[in-house]
Nanobody, 124 residues
């Protein structure tokens, strides 16, 4: 059984940093597209970042967030810097069955596996 477990969410002040982790078990995702999405109250789940051998970002987080992966640990990360109020949301890690990037991989429906979500709260 595949399981994705996120950690690292919490409360941070504007301008602060957090690092999210997603540890996968049950199968390896090395070579597959993995990513992060977020969902704020009353809004749809939105793409944040994804990684193959390259990284892809939503415009709203580019230059502030960094996605990385450790294939040996079957784990990927989201380093979030310069956090803003509008970054506050539940963050979900996700893994797809795709190995090649395409624009459609910005859609949640393209991902087969999801974590349970971790809350990121930005507040002074």
């Amino acid at each position: 059984q595949v399981e994705l477990v996120e950690s690292g969410g919490g409360l941070v002040q504007p301008g602060g940093s957090l690092r999210l982790s997603c540890a996968a078990s049950g199968r390896t995702f090395s070579g597959y597209v993995v990513g992060w999405f977020r969902q704020a109250p009353g809004k749809e789940r939105e793409f944040v970042a994804a990684a193959t051998y390259y990284a892809y970002y939503a415009d709203s987080v580019k230059d502030r967030f960094t996605i990385s992966r450790d294939n040996a640990k079957n784990t990927w990360y989201l380093q979030m810097n310069s956090l803003k109020y509008e970054d506050m949301a539940v963050y979900y890690c996700a893994a797809s069955g795709r190995q090649d990037w395409g624009a459609h991989l910005r859609r949640p429906s393209e991902y087969n596996y999801w974590g349970q979500g971790t809350q990121v709260t930005v507040s002074s």
